[in-house]
């Protein structure tokens, strides 16, 4: 048990075709309290980090560091630098540690330097709040991981786009959120990391 | 949808090519990113940079402000989208010329977020950057709790000011002050008759009705405080004004410039009924605009409606810098 | 119909109220007529003016170029329809210095007799008048028997060469002779994604299909010559120029300037998309603009599609006075 | 029998009417084959005259002359400067001659002249210059001027905004045939003057 260059790609791998297969459903989301672009947001840079991981990197710090910058230099918008940043402090932290729990309290952390969010503010905060945990304590299971998205969808928004429509932002679960809990599914279904 | 375009994914590219062939006695394309910067470089030597950007869709902004007199470079994300750090950053170095540059940001999460990553890199190459965050846009509720309020189209005029500075030999930290210090006075508000649509994702940002408008739309569709049905221009302006005087209380002892501004679909015709009914509406506060525009100068695709900035010249050196001439494209 | 308006009746004197109350330092309004002229009457003394007019609903065309170094005044008719002559006479009048006036006429029945009716009136007064009668549509067949080919976009070029000539001082005969020799050089396309609407009527000129677009409409929403399935930009561009080429038989040993023009509704990002795909099809006739602009000029309201003209710039001197500065509020 | 100050005035006031109540239909005329606004533009003259001529001028030409200074400087269009130079041109020949029929003749002359177009280029010449000697005849009736008017639908535009549309613009009533064929109309029921 144990995270790997194989089992890290296999990860990413599978976060990029749910992305992929739920494009249209996360613009969706997106068209009702933002800007419609998650999906494509999210779809364009993960084609990318996929073509990337195609040459396969020799550590898993170079893995996570080529995702951070794949990301951030290929989706724009809000989610990209904080997806970049979520991998960049992964790549950081995998220098010490290769605990996948710590890795993404990292990551976490780094999500909320950058974006300011914090807990009930209706953004991707939410989601790795509650399951950064889950994981740490090896409790992550498909269950949490649904109710920790759809828990965001009678927030009121008081970060990113959605703030703006202010109390009408209930009611629709948050999109940045929904393709975190696709990371978090993928992670879960793949063997070997947890 | 029907557009003038070949493949949905390729509009920023594209049209950026577009730009600076069309124009290129004012722009030229920085390599390797979906920017451009002045054709006329020797404009900037020793000179602080004046970089802005965003997503793409609101033409003739950002691009077509840069040149001689405004802006040094513009970046630009895909549509709606803002752009990534890393052409933001290879915009800072395309036009550093040792003085430092200076970021126009409009308050949305990720163009701030992106901007000061941006800004991050160029701290490691040791290039001096400052920044404003513009959020002119009052349909939004202000709040330190929240995201705030939206950047929109008065942004223009801390484009022209700092511009203008920046040509005069203002040092970053001048630059600096002076743009917190006309950042509280422009404050816009919009009201839209339809929604744009992105090509991308093919479908309007909202639908309104035949007969309906909607009250404090952003620049990207994203939905505004009223729906309600079609009024008079000067039920328009009554509305736009109230809210207006409501954050700036209008007075007739100042200054102010004005800008009109069309969201893409809206002939010109309508723009100036709309500015007769406002300068009547401005007089009743016995207020005479001592700067006025009117156009298309911050569109949202083909979205049909009108934003309506006002900006108090608190400084008479303002009003010199919105009259300097310069050479772009679009001012 | 959902327009920023008050009363469709009123359209045209409210326009031309909020265009010189937004624009007082270019433009003031002709007393008892709906017309304006060059704020700066001193910019007119001993030269020769330069009046030009038709419908409203084509704007910026025609006040947004009247101006130091271009139009000396312009007068606007209902919407679509051509000024009565009283008015254009008020315009001649209000502009001759004695030097003469220089009428310029886009080419439909009305706009012709109307403007002949005014200058019969000014011989009575013994102001001299000449004029030109501009006919660069290429969309309609040419022939002596017919009422000809229709003035659209290409107007731009005549107003802003005869414009610089007479601020150089040029005399009323040598601007006929310029405007002469001007005029079968410039020649004019258009496609449209869909029609305008008419503030009075209410109703758009024709309907086009989700998919649809047509080739060689007029400004007025005249249809055109072939109705298709919309097309990716490059392919437009292919059959815009297409046509253009075998009226003008393009030619790399010649200068050429160019406008791509909005109809009114169509976004500059798609402008520039398809600006992009004409410098690519122009370069495969060895053929780069001398001369270029790209934006709404000659807009037909809220109509959709762009249309583009080419102009043979077949005296040098004719390039220097598309460079030459002007004041204007949309050159 | 002859023209007088009153009857003239009834005459162009029931053509006014009759302008005002096919007001849209003229339109309609004019979408099909022109640019939508000959009952507009008719009716905004029309009206501007009757306003005009409720205080009554003296003498026939004056008459004349008022409505054809009306028309000049209210309608615009092609219409205006056609309708305004008729008039003006009856205004003249009223000088020597109260004949309605010598009238009518010289006002086609001057639409000719101001218009450059010719019998069936589908302009309302073609209802001119078959009605003028219809009433030199004393012949004019209702069926010769909807005939007229019917006739210039088979034709090709050559003058106009509709001859933009070459052959498409058969099967149409020319609109300002229409509206001539309004004002022999309500010649036709005007007491007093055929
Ligand atoms: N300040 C922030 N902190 C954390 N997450 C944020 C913040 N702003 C936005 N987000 C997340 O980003 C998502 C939107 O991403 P996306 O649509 O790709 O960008 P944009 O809003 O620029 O169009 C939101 O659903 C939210 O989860
Ligand atoms: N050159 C001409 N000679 C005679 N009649 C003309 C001419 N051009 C146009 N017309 C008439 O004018 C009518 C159109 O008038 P109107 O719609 O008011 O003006 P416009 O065409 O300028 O919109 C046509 O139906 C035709 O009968
Ligand atoms: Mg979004
Ligand atoms: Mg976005
Ligand atoms: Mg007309
Ligand atoms: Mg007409």
């Known amino acids: ?120 503010d209706k953004t991707m905060v939410d989601v790795w709040s509650v399951l ?17 998205v759809a828990a965001t969808k009678d927030l009121v928004a008081k970060k990113g786009r959605a703030s703006y429509l202010g109390e009408r932002s209930k009611g629709h679960i948050d999109p940045g959120s929904q393709s975190s809990g696709y990371l978090f599914e993928a992670l879960l279904e793949t063997e070997g990391i947890l | 949808m029907k557009k003038i375009i070949n493949d949905p994914a390729n509009v920023v590219p594209e049209m950026v090519k577009g730009m600076v062939r069309s124009y290129p006695q004012f722009i030229t394309k920085i390599e390797d990113a979906e920017a451009v ?43 709606f989208t803002s752009p990534t750090p890393d052409q933001i950053y290879a915009a800072i170095k395309a036009v550093d010329q040792g003085q430092g540059v200076f970021l126009v940001i409009k308050n949305y999460s990720g163009d701030v977020m992106n901007f000061d990553m ?21 349909a939004v509720e202000n709040s330190t ?10 942004t223009l005029f801390m484009h022209k000011i700092l511009g203008a500075m920046a040509q005069n030999g203002a040092s970053l930290d001048e630059i600096d002050a002076a743009a917190k210090k006309v950042l509280p006075n422009i404050k816009t508000i919009a009201v839209a008759l339809s929604a744009a649509t992105n090509p991308e ?27 309600e049905k079609i009024k008079p221009a000067k039920d328009l302006v009554s509305e736009l004004v109230g809210k207006l005087n409501d954050e700036m209380h209008l007075d ?67 009003l010199g810098y919105l009259n300097q001439p310069v050479e772009t494209i679009a001012w």
């Open chain 1, 132 to 148: 950064v945990p889950e994981v740490k304590a090896h409790n992550l299971t498909r269950e949490k991981i649904d109710s920790a």
């Open chain 2, 201 to 227: 994702t093919g479908k309007p940002g909202f639908v309104l009705k035949d007969d309906e408008i909607e009250y404090g739309v952003g620049i990207h569709s994203e939905p505004g405080y009223r729906r």
């Open chain 2, 118 to 138: 941006a800004k991050d890199m160029a701290d490691m190459d040791n290039i001096k950057v400052k920044s404003i965050v513009v959020d002119d846009d009052i």
């Open chain 1, 1 to 120: 048990m144990g995270l790997t260059v194989n089992n890290l790609i296999d990860w990413i791998n599978n976060f990029s075709a749910k992305i992929e297969q739920n494009k249209q459903y996360l613009s969706d989301l997106d068209t009702a309290i933002g800007d419609g672009d998650h999906g494509f947001n999210m779809s364009r840079g993960m084609k990318a980090v996929s073509q990337k991981l195609s040459t396969k990197p020799e550590t898993i710090t170079d893995v996570f560091k080529q995702i951070a910058m794949t990301l951030i230099s290929t989706v724009g918008g809000a989610s990209g630098p904080l997806y970049g940043t979520a991998f960049l402090e992964m790549a950081k932290k995998s220098a010490t540690s290769d605990d996948i729990g710590e890795l993404l309290e990292a990551a976490l952390t780094g999500i909320k330097k950058r974006g300011g969010a914090e807990p009930r």
């Open chain 2, 252 to 318: 007739h002892s100042k200054k102010y410039a004005v800008l009109v501004n069309g969201m893409g679909a809206t002939p010109l015709m309508e723009q100036f009924i709309f500015s007769n009914d406002l300068l009547d509406k401005l007089a009743e506060f016995d207020v005479k605009p001592a700067f006025m525009k009117v156009g298309n100068y911050m569109t949202s695709l083909d979205m049909a409606g009108i934003s309506l900035t006002i900006f108090e010249i608190a400084d008479e050196k303002w």
């Open chain 2, 37 to 79: 910067m002045r054709a006329d470089k020797d404009s900037m030597t020793g000179k602080v940079g004046i970089v802005s950007g965003g997503g793409s869709g609101h033409e003739p902004t950002h691009a077509g402000f840069v040149g001689n007199g405004m802006l040094s470079a513009a970046v630009c994300g895909e549509v």
């Open chain 2, 145 to 154: 709790f929240t995201q705030g309020r939206r950047g929109v189209a008065g």
